[in-house]
C-alpha cells in the first residue's frame, strides 16, 4: 500500500526545519550580539568615568601639592629679601653673610637647588652656590618681567636649562625693594623639576600613563 501524505499543507509547500532551525539560531546570535555591545558599552563608561574621577583627584592632590611647594618657596624667598635688608642696614651685607642667609632658605627645602641675588643690570652679586658672582642673567626672562612691570611680585618663570648646573630648572623670583620702594635687586630661586618628577613616580598610573605639569601659557 502506499504511504498516505500527512494532513494540511502539501508536502511541497512545507517550509524545511532546517530553515525555521536557522532563522532561530541567526536571531539568538544577533541578540547574543547585540546584548554583548551592550554590556560592553556599559563597561566602558563605567571604566572611563571611573577613570576621570581618579584623574580628578590625582589632579587636585597634585594642585595641592604643587601650591603648597610654590607657597614655601615663596615664603622663603621674603626670608631671605629680610635678612639680607637687615644686614645692609646694619653695615654687615658682604657676599659671606649673604650666602649664609640665602643657603638657610635653601637647604630645608628639597625642591629647591639654590638662590641668588641680581642688582638692576642683571649681574649676580650674592648666591647660595659659589664661584658665579657676576655672571649676566640680564637675559633672563625674570629680570625683564622686573624691568618693564617693577610692580611685579612673585613671578614663576619658564623652564630654563640652568647655564650654572646644566640641568632644567624653573626660577622663582621676588623683587628686593629699599625703604622708599625703589628695585635694588631681585632674589631668585631655582625649583628642581626632577622632584616632582621622583614624587609623581612613588603613584602607580599604570604602564600607558604619565604625569605633566604646565604652566597657564602651555
Do not use: C
Not at 81 to 96: F, H, I, V
Not at 116 to 125: E, L
Amino acid at each position: 500500500a502506499s504511504a498516505q501524505p500527512a494532513p494540511g499543507l502539501p508536502a511541497a509547500k512545507r517550509p524545511p526545519v532546517g530553515r525555521y532551525l536557522f532563522g532561530l539560531y541567526a536571531f539568538l546570535i544577533l541578540l547574543s550580539g547585540g546584548l554583548l555591545v551592550l554590556v560592553l558599552t556599559y563597561m566602558r563608561m563605567q571604566t572611563l568615568a571611573s577613570g576621570e574621577r581618579l584623574s580628578r583627584s590625582f589632579a587636585h592632590v597634585i594642585e595641592e601639592q604643587t601650591t603648597r611647594t610654590l607657597q614655601a618657596t615663596d615664603q622663603g624667598l621674603q626670608l631671605a629679601t629680610d635678612g639680607l635688608t637687615q644686614l645692609a642696614a646694619s653695615g654687615g651685607l658682604t657676599p659671606e653673610s649673604a650666602k649664609r642667609v640665602l643657603a638657610d632658605q635653601v637647604q630645608p627645602l628639597p625642591f629647591l637647588r639654590a638662590m641668588w641675588v641680581i642688582d638692576a643690570q642683571g649681574r649676580i652679586v650674592f648666591e647660595s652656590d659659589s664661584g658665579n658672582i657676576g655672571v649676566d642673567l640680564s637675559d633672563r626672562d625674570y629680570f625683564l618681567r622686573y624691568s618693564s612691570h617693577p610692580d611685579t611680585g612673585f613671578f614663576i618663570g619658564a623652564p630654563v636649562v640652568s647655564r650654572i648646573s646644566g640641568t632644567w630648572q624653573v626660577s622663582v623670583a621676588r623683587p628686593w625693594r629699599s625703604a622708599s620702594g625703589a628695585l635694588k635687586g631681585i632674589v631668585v630661586a631655582a625649583l628642581e623639576p626632577r622632584y616632582f618628577g621622583q614624587l609623581w613616580r612613588t603613584v602607580d598610573l599604570g604602564q600607558d600613563s604619565s604625569v605633566a605639569l604646565l604652566r597657564r601659557d602651555g
